[in-house]
């Protein structure tokens, strides 16, 4: 405590010693040119100049803030111009891509008018805060306040203040010699009472508890976001939130049956879904299995049926149908005891099984075989069904059956 | 003599030596300030302000009204409907996107062309600027239906459905545009303003004045060193505006013409919109500007020669107007697109013909008039044509929006807009929250950029010689000697 | 501000003159470029090169002439603004008017050859086919020519009127001059506005008729103001370094004019992306045909060059008030905008020629020379004979004393 009486008293006594600044009053352009002019010839450093509107003939003080304060616009509207670019990329192209009428993901054109934006409101904040912090504003105290004539500097009057910093300052010369360059009126001015340094008593009290009182509602937040409620949230706007509808697989009292949903009159058929073809989709005719084919069966066709083959029902009956498959084989080497092994397609039943019966084991299975009928659909297990008697034929064909340079082929290898 | 005297009383004379002054009468720097300042500093309120702002605040209530209506009620209220969905909302906000183009006209494009006669309108115009977004903004807003969700038009964080808006949409674009011009402009015209705003804490004499422009104008001292750094950022700024304002309409161009709509998909769309919001700003500008030098006794900081270039610019903008106008049409026959052609024919010819020549009248025939001298320096004649424009280039909107709409493609589906009664108290109803904002701003701060005005003033360039030689004796003067080679250790 | 005025008039009357020094070869100069044009169309006409010649032709035609329409705009605009600085150049714009003469005549063979060159001509062809049949009445050879004529009438016109005035007042001293070009330019800029769209729309747009777009009158106006003041910067420093100017032309001015440069090169970029990006977006087969054509192809290298040429580099290199106010930098960048103003002019119409990318040969070059040299000629008969500056223009003082004003 008593430390701090001697500081702020001995920085009274300075003040009765020395003013902080001199500070010039002239009454015209011509006036505050000519003196800043002379000032500035003579050498002095620690000088400003106060003017209502910007005089051209006498700025150039701060060249080198100027330059930087540029590069620093620069770099902001470069900043925004990047920020603009990831945004746009981020949200529509990388975090939740969708298509808009056929644009790329990341479509350039239609980013730039958002880039440019973004690059101007970048580049116009980075110039007005850089006016605010390379100018070192706000600042609402100032010695220069503490003059009385300094009010007309925003009207019609000039100033210069020369600080006591200046090594070759001295209060009565440089006065004197401020006089002579034409000042109307030169004021000592001296520092703030180190009294009006101190925020009035109750302020610091006040904030304090705005402070305190802010928390609670934060504390509120985080205290009710960490616990469950039983009470469905509560929504100031409700938007479509509640409505007056059941939901599915929802409760109703209405219905004797308790359901919500209800179910469709007996014989409903969707759209599509009406499978009159007995022979299509059943493999049926007149109640006995197809012998034949419900369509022409092209080489594209086995082609397909065999592709369907190798995925659905290779892993089993194995790429040769013998029912070597992997499955089958993994099986066997675990002995495990309810394995059923799966059917060789060339066995004489299998080969004697018409057309339509091979299909309905495909879409119902048999034994252990699972249905396939969810999986596979209907044209694909015709294909797979054209396969299997190709298949069935590979393995009992003679010799005429190749084509004549297969032939010659057969012949050379059997010899060689 | 003779000729400087009459210069003095009318500025607008032609005269291809001497400039014309830009401060009329017998002004210094104090009296400026004096003039500018007694708008704000008298202690009651004029009796034609306090009525503009009673009939400007009840329209504001009424818009206040019908938009708690409209939220409460649903977009059904409005005139909308198949096939004319984009109605009076539309409209009314391309309206006041376009008017808020003159405020950074005149004081960033304007400032670029060294046109030193913007000083004593830049302040109001900007004003205008902002108030007009303000408006402009409104209307998208309400359009949305649930204004209450009007952020989701914002990437906002955290997103938990990473739902982000679509970049690629022109509406969206809107969004950043109009956004980025409200925050550049206000930048713009606070900027400008912190000078002005410690002239009023400089002669406030109540203690709540001094508070509050003291924080306004965060200090500002009118030292050289914020000048310079203030002068750099302000021709920054307006090199920045400049595009930017281009832009904002260009974009708001792109929300009809990137579409297949004949009659919006053109073109020659965003030079057109901007001459057009170029074009209605400044008839604005006029409009307001020639009671406000009446009532508040300006008539000698914005002069009749101030009023002269605003109307040769209307002029300007006006044929550059007609030339779209012109264009579109010829090119809709030269097409060969019969439903481009049919467009044109039924704006001409077809139901609202009426609203179509009263633009053509209003945006391109009556600015004719300013052709002729005395016309355009007559401050009647200059009213009526500035708030025809206005009306002229309302209905442009009304034109492009409503007739390309409604009759379409299909024939079966065409259809004729009617607006009800909400749209048109919120159209009435914007022009009331516009008014107010004025009026207060009129009345609370500076409505003439003093320091700039000033700056052009003869006063501020003197003729006689400012060189100065430094002769020893004064070096002797300032320095302390003894001091110096202690604080240096430099002895002389 | 005395210094200035005083070397202006120690220099007199006569030093402002280019007479006798570089303005001797004009005549020579002319001769050679018909020479080299007639050379060039003998050599294509027995190569079957026709067409090849026609389109390379009509490019340079289209060059010089959005020059000379440059220069048309930046005199009215500086009289109609009244502007006081740009009054030490602008008797060089008004000699850049010159060109029109010459260009009214050369623009006979565009008229022999329409026939090869646009496709409307083609009366089978607008037989059948109904979007050319409505055309048709704005699309047809007698219209055509007669649009022609009146573009040309008006340029000439008004012209010889701007000039004129220009070099009556270097005599007669009369400030009522000035008055009188103030008020009359206002109307020129309305007639320049409208032949400029049309002339556009007929010799260079109509060369792909069916397609069409509004702003492209705009896009060719966009394209003419670059190069003015590109052709400004460039042409000063030029009488510059022979002599004249020197003292007088100060590098505010120079930066001023870099200023304009820089702005129209975002003007111009402006209404390029306006046009593609609306295309583009709406993606309308009529219309993105034009665009198809320069971007799919070997003709994306042209875009490409274009786009960072005509744009990016001037951009970034101008945008510095360094870069403006050197000369030797604004003066590169004033050539390599030309230079790209020629790629732009290229890129809009030799397409049509031909699907394939037309790398510049020699008939390009030749015909290229030829109009330069035709052109060149016309400029320097004017420069002969009169004042290289305005002398007595009322304002011409401020002007010199820009440097203090600014």
Known sequence: MSNSKKVSLSIQEAQVERPVCLLAEFESVAGIIRATKAIKQVGFRHFDVYTPFPIHEISGLERMRVTIFRWFIFLSGLSGATVALLLQWYTNAFNYPFLVSGKPYFSLPANIPITFELTILFS????????????????????????????????????????????????????????????????????????????????????????????????????????????????????????????????????????????????????????????????????????????????????????????????????????????????????????????????????????????????????????????????????????????????????????????????????? | MEAIRQREIDNAVDDPIHPPLLVLGENDFATVTEKVCAVVEQKRHPTSWLIALGIAGSLLFTLLIMIA???????????????????????????????????????????????????????????????????????????????????????????????????????????????????????????????????????????????????????????????????????????????????????VSFDFAVSLLPGWHTTIFPPYFVAGAIFSGMALVVTLVVPIRSIFKLKDLITLHHLENMNKLILTTSLLVGYAYAIEFFTAWYSGNSTELFVFWNRALG????????????????????????????????????????????????????????????????????????????????????????????????????SEVKGVMPQAHPTENTEIEVSTKLKEAFYNHELRSANTGVSE | MKKSNLQLQNASFSDLVLRGKIGKGALLLALIGVGLLTLSFILSTTAGQVKHFLFSYLTAFCYFLSLSLGALFFICVQHVTKASWSILIRRIAEFILAPFVVLAILSIPILLGANILYEWTDKALIASDTILKGKSAYLNLPFFTARGVFYFVVWITTSIFLLRLSLIQDKSKDPGITLTLQRMSAPILILFGFTLTFFSFDFMMSLEPYWYSTIYGVYFFAGSAVSIFALLIALSAILESLGYFRGVLKIDHYHNLGKFLFGFIIFWAYIGFSQFMLIWYANITEETVFFAKRFHGSWSIVSLIILIGHFIIPFLGLISRFAKRRKQLLVTFAVWMLVMHYVDIYWLIMPEFSGGIVPPGLIELSTMFGFFAIVVSSFLYLVRRYSLVPVNDPCLEKSLRFAELS
């Open chain 1, 124 to 416: 116009a904040l980075g110039t007005f805060l850089g006016i605010l912090f390379f100018g070192g504003l706000p600042r609402f105290a100032h010695p220069v306040y503490r003059s009385n004539v300094f009010k007309r500097v925003t009207n019609d009057r000039f100033f210069i203040s020369i600080d006591a910093t200046e090594p070759a300052f001295d209060p009565i010369k440089t006065k004197d010699a401020l006089l002579s360059l034409g000042a109307s009126t030169v004021d000592e001015i001296y520092g703030f009472p180190p009294s009006t340094y101190l925020l009035p008593k109750g302020l610091p009290y006040t904030l304090l508890i705005l402070v305190a009182i802010a928390i609670v509602p934060l504390a509120n937040i985080a205290l009710i976001r960490s616990k469950s409620s039983p009470v469905p949230r509560l929504s100031i706007i409700p938007d479509m939130d509640k409505q007056q509808k059941l939901k599915a697989q929802a409760e109703s009292t209405l219905f004797i049956d308790g359901r919500a949903m209800r179910l469709p009159v007996a014989g409903t058929i969707a759209r599509g879904e009406l499978r009159e073809d007995d022979h299509f989709y059943r493999g049926k005719i007149n109640g006995d299995w197809a012998t034949t084919f419900p369509l022409t069966i092209s080489e594209e066709f086995i082609k397909r049926g065999q592709n369907r083959f190798e995925i659905y029902c290779a892993t089993c009956h194995g790429l040769d149908g013998y029912g070597h498959g992997s499955t089958a084989k993994r099986a066997e080497e675990l002995e495990q005891a309810t394995w059923v092994p799966p059917s060789n397609l060339h066995d004489a039943t299998v080969r004697a099984r018409q057309v339509g019966h091979i299909f309905n084991t495909i879409t119902n299975g048999i034994r252990n075989m699972p249905a396939y009928g969810s999986q596979i659909p209907v044209l694909d297990r015709w294909a797979i069904v054209a396969y299997v008697r190709a298949l069935q034929r590979s393995q009992r064909a003679k010799l005429e059956d190749v084509s004549l340079e297969m032939r010659k082929e057969l012949e050379a290898r059997r010899k060689g």
């Open chain 2, 69 to 251: 209506y409209t939220v409460g009620v649903g977009l059904g209220v409005w005139g909308l409907n198949v096939p004319v969905a984009w109605g009076f909302a539309i409209v009314n906000f391309v309206f006041w996107v376009g008017i808020a183009h003159a405020g950074t006209l005149i004081s960033a494009i304007l400032f670029l062309f060294r046109q030193r006669w913007r000083t004593s309108i830049n302040r109001i115009a900007e004003a205008m600027t902002i108030f007009a977004i303000f408006c402009a903004g409104l209307f998208p807003a309400i359009h949305v239906g649930r204004i209450w969700v009007i952020y989701w038009v914002f990437p906002y964080y955290p997103n938990q459905m990473n739902m982000w808006p679509n970049f690629r949409s022109p509406l969206l674009w809107d969004v950043f545009a109009v956004g980025t011009y409200l925050l550049v402009s206000l930048m713009f015209w606070y900027l400008g303003m912190i000078p002005d705003l410690a002239t009023l804490r400089d002669r406030a004499t109540t203690k709540a004045r001094q508070i509050t422009y003291g924080i306004l104008s965060l200090g500002w001292r009118g030292s050289i060193r914020h000048w310079e750094l203030y002068e750099a950022g302000y021709l920054i700024l307006a090199a920045l505006a400049t595009p930017l304002v281009l832009s904002v309409h260009s974009v």
């Open chain 2, 351 to 450: 139901p609202y013909a009426w609203a179509y020549w009263l633009m053509v009248f209003c945006n391109v025939i009556a600015p004719q008039v300013f052709w002729i001298k005395k016309l355009r320096t007559n401050i009647i004649c200059m009213w009526i044509i500035s708030i025809l424009v206005n009306i002229g280039m309302w209905f442009e909107r009304f034109v492009i929006v409503i007739t390309s709409l409604h009759r379409d493609f299909l024939p079966s589906s065409w259809g004729m807009y009617k607006p009800t009664w909400v749209d048109i108290l919120i159209l009435l109803g914007s022009f009331g929250l516009f008014f107010s904002l004025f009026l207060l701003f009129l009345r609370f701060l500076p409505m003439i950029a003093i």
